[in-house]
């Protein structure tokens, strides 16, 4: 009886141990998307699309508060270059993170105009999608906006 004690404690440390590691490697890539998420905004305000570029995923699916869809990355970087910020501002951005997976919400206020010319004054929820790949990068694979009515 005093072994299984004894391996019962060790056993029960052990996972202990395990889940913090867990919960601090969750700590630690919640930040990272968080911070991965402010350099996409940094590029929204000056207006530059190269500082999204390796954010986006090969394959990236966007789907803007419009409805309209737009398939990978050279298509989202068209999309990011004809539309000029005059201000942006993110608010109250969530990570959360499912192995090599994370969700990150959010919401933002932005005006400018749009690929077209036209001028837009939005306040958005929006939802991205983050993947590690293989070579340890996360990258964006699908980002969605909806506009919050006020």
């Known amino acids: 009886m005093k072994n299984f ?3 019962g404690l060790l056993g029960s ?3 202990l141990g395990v ?7 969750t700590s630690a890539t919640e930040q990272a998307i968080a911070a991965l998420e402010q350099k996409w905004m940094q590029g929204q305000k000056t207006n530059n699309p190269d500082l999204i570029a390796p ?5 990236i699916v966007t789907t803007s508060s419009e409805g309209k869809v737009s398939s990978g990355k050279d298509a989202v970087l068209q ?5 000029k910020y005059s201000s942006m501002e993110y608010e109250d951005v969530k990570v959360s993170v499912f192995g090599d997976t994370a969700i990150a ?7 400018g105009t749009d690929p ?3 001028a837009f004054n939005n306040h958005e929820r929006w939802t991205d ?6 070579d340890g990068q996360w990258q964006c694979v699908a980002s969605q906006t909806t506009h919050i009515q006020m």
């Open 13 to 15: 440390l052990i996972l």
């Open 129 to 134: 999608t983050w993947v590690k790949m293989p």
């Open 105 to 111: 919400t959010g919401g933002g206020k932005s005006t």
């Open 116 to 118: 077209s010319g036209k």
């Open 5 to 7: 004690a004894k391996w």
């Open 79 to 83: 999309i990011a270059k004809g539309t």
């Open 19 to 25: 889940a913090w590691s867990q919960a601090q490697d």
């Open 55 to 59: 954010l986006l995923a090969d394959r």
